[in-house]
Structures are given as C-alpha cells and as structure tokens.
Nanobody
C-alpha cells in the first residue's frame, strides 16, 4: 500500500525555521516525484516545492524560493522540506504528495495522486 507520512510542523516565530519530513512506503521511491503543498483554511492548495527523486531535480514556488529547500534521503525513503526565514504568510497545513515520474508534468496539485495527511505550520508575528 502506498503511504506518505508527513511530520515536523509546529509553532515558530517569524524569522525562525522548521524542517518537515515526508516518509514514504509502498512504492519504488526513486521512480517518483514528491511534492510539498500547503493549504490555508478555505483556500486552494498551493504548490510549494517538488523533487524528482531519481535525478534530484527540484522546483520551488516564487513565494518560497531562496527560503525553503527540498531534499531527499533515498536510504530512508524520506523527503525533507527545510523552511527558513519563515513569515506569518507561510502559516498553513502542509501536505506531501507523490506521483510516478512517468506521469508527472509539473508541480501542481492536479498532477499528484497519492497524498499524506497534513501537518500544521503556524508562524507568529
């Protein structure tokens, strides 16, 4: 069974850092793209960052570029999202999602078929 387990959220002051983890199981890790998305209550999901595990290529939304870094530990089947210089507008529920590289086109919600549960990130001003 394909599963994703997101963790690492919490409460942090503006300017602080958090590292989110997404542990994957049930599929061939290096044949997938893992993405991080976030959702503010009542709004649509926003793509944050994606990584193609096989070749390590990454994408970032303009809103997080230069502050967030996505990486993978292939031995642990885990993807990390290091979030630095956090801002109150980064407050959201963060989700990780997976899609086979064979079907992947871009880092958009509609392109991902497997989702983990969310983890809340709250940044206070």
């Amino acid at each position: 069974e394909v599963q994703l387990q997101a963790s690492g959220g919490g409460l942090v002051q503006a300017g602080g850092s958090l590292r989110l983890s997404c542990a994957a199981s049930g599929f061939t890790f290096d044949e997938y793209v893992i993405g991080w998305f976030r959702q503010v209550s009542g709004e649509a999901h926003e793509g944050v960052s994606c990584i193609s595990i096989g070749d390590g290529s990454t994408t970032y939304s303009d809103s997080v570029k230069g502050r967030f870094a996505i990486s993978s530990d292939n031995a642990e089947n885990t993807v990390y999202l290091q979030m630095n210089s956090l801002k109150p507008e980064d407050t959201a529920v963060y989700y990780c999602a997976a899609e086979s590289v064979h079907f992947y086109s871009d880092c958009a919600v509609s392109n991902f078929g497997v989702w983990g549960q969310g983890t809340q990130v709250t940044v206070s001003s």
